[in-house]
């Protein structure tokens, strides 16, 4: 007999209440913070409570992640010391999964003021941060879209490409919500379907929940492409804005370093491509040793900023 949704969330409810009362009589926890799907959906029978709890700045009270047990329901406790709090959350680049996480939490008690006052900042979300998430998201898309193309051209396979873009639907999922500006989530997908459920009703609920066509299938691989070409400015504007301003040819080698080392994203030579591809940048080619010890070189994969991107090989 399945146990009524209301009572699951009874259960979870006492138990976090339980856990809490006797937490706050530790004088070494400043603060609980109550993530996951208690804090703002629906759990059921096999779910668990996330907490995180920020500890004194000690050097006897580390950082720890415990499994707890309240209630007859497994806890997954986060201990961070505040000030490693307040670093994770001045520096976590906002709609990542950290941040994510602790902005669409719920700050239970604090013991430290200052420890509510950061909190309170989850819910900024700042230009330069939505421009790399938009980034992040879109070099994970690529090689989806690109991989269901190819089966789709070379095989004529409709599933195994249908199961590449739904490869793809969460990362752009992620382009639609953050471009909106909004929090993006772990179910980002409805979240997505609700912004534009044109778009995502082809790429992601006809791709599983109708009989797949040639028609059907290349109707997906169509709406992704012109979906990324509409957005290609929002999207791979530090990337454009990163040649513009070097001004010569840089290598595949040297962007993926600075972008790594700047905005800590990868796989950039892709969204390099991509716009060779659109012909909004030229590629080049630069030389290259394969190993430290060869002894001819090789020429390497470059691109370069140009206002009318010809092909500068």
């Known amino acids: 007999m399945n146990t009524p949704p209301a009572s699951i969330q009874k259960k979870f409810t006492e138990a976090l209440d339980d856990l809490v009362a006797q937490v706050k009589e530790d004088r070494s926890i400043l603060a609980a913070l109550l993530c996951g799907s208690l804090a703002y959906d629906t759990v059921w029978a096999k779910s668990d409570i996330d907490l995180v709890l920020v500890t004194i700045d000690d050097k006897k009270v580390e950082r720890a992640h415990l499994a707890l047990y309240a209630g007859g329901v497994n806890v997954h406790a986060f201990l961070m010391p505040r000030a490693e709090f307040r670093k994770a959350i001045e520096g976590t680049l906002r709609n990542s999964f950290l941040h994510s996480l602790l902005a669409k939490g719920r700050l239970l008690y604090t013991h430290d003021e200052s420890i509510a006052g950061i909190c309170g ?144 994203v990868e796989g950039v030579t892709t969204a390099c491509e991509y716009l060779a591809d659109q012909g909004l940048i030229g590629k080049a080619s630069t030389p290259v040793q394969l190993t430290k010890r060869s002894n001819v070189r090789v020429q390497e994969l470059a691109f370069v900023y140009m206002e009318d991107a010809p092909d500068a090989f």
């Open 121 to 264: 900042r989850l819910h900024e979300i700042g230009e330069r941060d939505t421009q790399v998430q938009l980034l992040t998201a879109a070099t994970q898309a690529l090689p989806a879209i690109y991989k269901a193309r190819k089966w789709f051209v070379t095989r004529g396979d409709l599933d195994y490409t249908a199961l590449w873009i739904l490869w793809a639907a969460t990362p752009l999922a992620r382009i639609e919500v953050i471009g909106a500006r909004l929090l993006a989530d772990r179910e980002v997908i409805p979240q997505a379907m609700k912004l534009n459920p044109a778009f995502f009703t082809i790429i992601y609920t006809a791709m599983l929940n109708t009989r797949k066509t040639r028609k059907s299938v290349r109707e997906a691989l169509d709406a992704i492409d012109d979906y990324l070409e509409q957005r290609t400015d929002m999207l791979f504007q530090p990337v454009l804005d990163h040649l513009r301003e070097v001004g010569e040819a840089r290598s595949a080698t040297e962007i993926e370093a600075h972008f790594k080392r700047s905005f800590d």
